[in-house]
Structures are given as structure tokens and as C-alpha cells.
């Protein structure tokens, strides 16, 4: 940790330049886990159906947001789905997991009622729109982790 | 309500792109000490206090730690509210209806100065499946932004004038940061940051503080002539994963609304309200922000943006104060919308006053693509 003065409209401030570095390790949760593990093993993306009011939710989660119900009942969807937003994030920022620019996306998968947020790639920026068509790009078996970024990127189809 | 809630006195800093100069509790002292001298009491008489702040952003973990001795809480009452600063206001006015207290102190500051904005605004999301995707609040916000121009054809030009006006407004505002004469060909040129969202469609970093004083109506009446009453007011929250919600509609800000609107028996918002300020960080905001108060229908957000019902001299002035544009802190946003809000009923909110205003509209949100949305209704008879 470093520490400055320096002279700001005539005053001496002291300034210290901490960085809080702070350990943390988060658990999915025993139904984000079991999605997570499906992505590594299978390279299939599941989601889990509300019995009340039908809609599948994806990533698989375990309670509806609109019927606060349990959800049990897993269901696969399809790798292919349609771009309900998108932007392009131009400025290199430290959090991001690939070089910038990057470009975010909001797939509705076949087969899901929600949109899943990730990334897209191998794609042309001006052939972007909302309502194209993209698949899942799995990085390969041996480099699956069971993270949300073992799916690489959707690219256009 | 059984019982009126007052605001008696309301200050606010000026917005300051860095005040190293000062460190926390100097910075709400300065927001704090107009309070007091205004009302006559001293902190002694403060009974409670309620705080807003924000733990990353201060950079320590319980971030209302080192501020008692500014906001009379040492050996007294305090709570922290660690939201949008306008969910203080309502902490406190809910403190008082309890009948516990008859006189709290609100108090909101932020040094976005002393973070990484990016960084902390990434630890706000869910670690397994959105935070390591390396999303923050404006690249989010620029999903949003995206959708809502899509669904309802709304287009660049009309929300750039969001920030147009905005920035003209905060030249009236003696607490404004960095009130720009920007044209539209300004923010349509500016740069991109997170498709569609420019550069001048966003606010800049800020440092800043607020605080007022609430008291019972009886209280009230004794420590001012001219007491604000709060007539209604409602918090609504929604769910975190993006992919799960209509990014082109606000639901939680519907609801909410309405109910700060039954409360104080509005029923024509549009009608009825004077003057608005509301918390927009990205000029789209405005206009989506808009139909979710039911100042507009939905889709007709764009179309009114651009019109001179929202100018000063209009049906409902929006944003007198430029708002949030031109820069505010996050924390601190809705509780000097509510500032201003009071500011406007008093007639003390001289260049950018609207005549004769009765009923004011505050409003702030906290968190991604507002997830949790806060509004108040405010009237000075």
C-alpha cells in the first residue's frame, strides 16, 4: 500500500491508495452447481420448469419469481437460440474475461422462456441485430471447469 | 397516513468531480451543518439518524462507522440504509409514524472518486453466472437501452436530447457538478462506451452529500414555517437475473408508483404532479422512467422526452435541477432528488423554481437496469 501528499488547491492532503484484497469463495448452490456440471460434463445447457406457471428457467434456478414455487423438474434446452439485446462494450476494463471489445448478449434458448446472459463472438459487429440466430461454442472437454465460461460465446448462425 | 411526516430543512454539497480534500464525515458535515442552523437544533436534539452509504464504495466494510460524531449518533440511535439515498427518507419518515421518534436526521454521501467503478459495480452480480462474464451497470444498462429503443422504436436522437436539456437545466443549479452547454451533435459525437450508450448519455463520476431533517407534524410546524409534507411514498424490488425480466418495461417502478400515488391520492400523476425529479444516470432512463411512473404510456416515453411538457414552463418540469446527468453521486441521487423536490415546494429553488408548484415527485433506484425502485410524492399544503 502506498501513501502520497499532495498539494490540491493549496491544501496538503495525505491520500492513501489501499486495495482491499479480500478471499471469497462462492458456492452456485446445489441447483446452479448441477447446471454448471452439465455445461462440463455434457456440454448441454438445462434449465428447471415452474410446475404453477410453466416457464422454464435458464440457467436452472430453484424458485419462480413470479409463483415463488420450489422448482424440481429439470428440462434441456437447445445450444441455438435468439438475441434479445446485445451491446458492445468498447473500453478495456480489468473485469472483463476476454479482450475488448466485448459483446454482451441476452439468448433466449429453444426450448426456454427466459433469456440467458453471455457472451457472443466470432461475429461481425455491424451483422449484429436482435432477433439473430446463435449457437453455443463449448470450449473444448478438457478445458471445462464447470464455470458459466466453459460455454466460450454464441456465434451467429 | 394517520400521522404527516414533515421535512423541515433540506442542504446539499456541491457535486464535485474529487474531493480529496476532505474525507467522509467532512463531507457530510457540510451537508449536515446547513440542517442544523436552519431548524436551530443542535445534534443533541437529533433523536435518530438514518445514514446512507455504500461499503465498496467507501472502500471499508460498514461504511457509517467513522461518521457518529456528524450525525449525533454517538451514544444514540443510527441506521444505515445502504440503497438509494431516497429509501433513507423513508426509513426515517417510518421511524417517526412508529412514534418512537419525533425528530430524525437523514444523511447520504458518496466519494465515487475513491473506487474503481467498474469493479465495484461487477461484484454487485450474481459470482457464478453473470460476475465473471464481466458485466457492470453500464454495459447492463446498454442491454436495457438497446431492448427498449427496439421494442418501441425509440431512437438516439430523442434520448440525446435527455441529455441536452438536462445540462442546460443544471446551469440554473448552484449545486450542479458540470452543467455542459452540449448540443445534440455533443452527445450523438461523443464517444461510445457500451452500445447505445455515448459517453454524454452517461454522468460522470461524482462526490456529494445530502441530509435533511424529518419531524412529526406537531414538530414540525414548531421548527418551520413552510414543513413539506411526504403524502406518499413506496419501494418495489425485482428480480436480479437479467435475462428473466422485460428489460423494456419497468414493472417495479410501475408498482411502486401506483402505490406512492394511492397513497397520496393521486390519480391523474401527470395532472397532479407540478414538478418531477427523477434519478436517470443514462439519458434512456428518462424516458423509460417515465412510463413506468405512468407519466406516459408505455413506448410513449421517446415522444415525450422530447417535448416541451417536460421543458421548464411545461405541464410537468422534469428534472429542473439537471438531475443526475450531469453528476451525482449514486447513493446520494434520490435523496437529492427528494432535496430538490422540497427546494421546488418551498420556492427556494430560484433560477430553476417552477412557479407555484404544490406537488413534486422525487425519485431514485438502486442497482442494475433498476432492480429496486423508490418514489415519493411530496405536497406543501
Known amino acids: ?157 | 397516513m394517520a400521522e404527516r411526516v414533515g421535512i423541515v430543512a433540506v442542504a446539499q454539497t456541491k457535486y464535485h468531480p474529487n474531493r480529496c480534500d476532505v474525507n467522509e464525515e467532512e463531507l457530510s458535515w457540510e451537508a449536515i451543518k446547513p440542517v442544523l442552523e436552519e431548524t436551530g437544533l443542535s445534534l443533541w436534539d437529533i433523536e435518530s439518524a438514518v445514514t446512507c452509504s455504500q461499503d465498496f464504495w467507501e472502500g471499508r466494510t460498514i461504511s457509517n462507522m467513522n461518521i457518529q460524531h456528524v450525525v449525533g449518533a454517538h451514544l444514540q440511535h443510527e441506521d444505515k440504509v445502504c440503497e438509494d439515498g431516497l429509501n433513507a427518507v423513508y426509513v426515517a419518515m417510518a421511524q417517526i409514524l412508529s412514534g418512537h421518534y419525533d425528530v430524525v436526521l437523514v444523511e447520504s454521501h458518496m466519494k465515487e472518486s475513491q473506487g474503481e467503478k467498474s469493479a465495484i459495480e461487477n461484484a454487485a452480480f450474481d459470482p457464478a453466472m453473470l460476475r465473471v462474464l464481466g458485466l457492470d451497470y453500464t454495459s447492463s444498462a446498454a442491454m436495457q437501452a438497446k431492448r427498449y429503443m427496439y421494442k418501441y422504436g425509440i431512437t438516439a436522437e430523442q434520448l440525446a436530447k435527455v441529455a441536452v436539456r438536462n445540462h442546460a437545466n443544471a446551469k440554473n443549479n448552484p449545486f450542479a457538478q458540470d452543467a455542459k452547454g452540449i448540443t445534440l451533435e455533443d452527445v450523438l459525437g461523443s464517444k461510445m462506451v457500451s452500445s447505445p450508450i455515448r459517453a454524454l448519455d452517461t454522468k460522470p463520476i461524482s462526490d456529494g452529500a445530502c441530509a435533511m431533517i424529518l419531524a412529526n407534524e406537531k414538530t414540525a410546524k414548531k421548527l418551520s414555517k413552510n414543513p413539506i409534507w411526504i403524502m406518499g411514498v413506496s419501494n418495489c424490488y425485482e428480480t436480479h437475473y437479467l435475462g428473466d425480466r422485460e428489460l423494456a418495461d419497468c414493472d417495479a417502478l410501475a408498482k411502486a408508483a401506483q402505490k406512492a400515488y394511492k397513497m397520496a391520492g393521486i390519480k391523474n400523476a401527470l395532472r397532479e404532479i407540478d414538478v418531477a425529479e427523477i434519478t436517470t444516470e443514462y439519458s434512456y432512463q428518462e424516458a423509460l422512467w417515465l412510463e413506468g411512473l405512468g407519466l406516459c404510456a408505455k413506448g410513449e416515453g421517446g415522444r415525450m422526452v422530447e417535448s416541451k411538457a417536460v421543458s421548464m414552463g411545461g405541464k410537468l418540469p422534469l428534472n429542473p435541477s439537471g438531475g443526475v446527468l450531469p453528476g451525482v453521486p449514486n447513493g446520494v441521487a434520490g435523496a437529492s432528488r427528494v432535496a430538490e423536490a422540497v427546494l421546488q415546494l418551498r420556492g427556494e429553488a430560484g433560477e430553476r423554481q417552477v412557479k407555484g408548484a404544490k406537488t413534486a415527485l422525487a425519485h431514485g433506484y438502486t442497482g442494475i437496469c433498476g432492480q429496486h425502485q423508490a418514489v415519493m410524492v411530496l405536497g406543501n399544503s
Open chain 1, 1 to 157: 500500500m502506498q501513501t502520497t501528499s499532495e498539494k490540491i488547491e493549496g491544501m496538503d492532503v495525505w491520500l492513501y491508495h489501499g486495495q482491499i484484497y479480500i478471499p471469497n469463495t462462492f458456492s452456485a448452490g446445489a441447483t446452479g452447481s448441477r447446471f454448471l456440471t452439465t455445461i462440463r460434463d455434457k456440454a448441454k445447457i438445462t434449465g428447471t420448469r415452474c410446475k404453477e406457471c410453466n416457464r422454464v428457467y435458464v440457467p436452472a434456478r430453484s424458485v419462480c419469481k413470479d409463483c415463488f414455487a420450489q422448482l424440481k423438474e429439470w428440462v434441456e434446452v437447445s445450444d441455438k437460440g435468439t438475441v434479445l439485446s446485445y451491446t458492445i462494450d468498447s473500453e478495456p476494463k480489468p473485469i472483463h474475461p476476454t479482450d475488448a471489445p466485448v459483446i454482451y448478449g441476452i439468448i433466449q434458448l429453444d426450448g426456454a422462456d427466459t433469456g440467458f446472459v453471455h457472451m457472443i463472438g466470432g461475429a461481425d459487429p455491424e451483422q449484429l441485430r436482435i432477433g439473430m440466430r446463435v449457437q453455443a461454442v463449448f470450449k473444448p472437454k478438457e478445458e471445462r471447469i464447470g464455470s458459466v465460461l466453459d460455454i466460450k460465446h454464441f456465434k451467429p448462425l
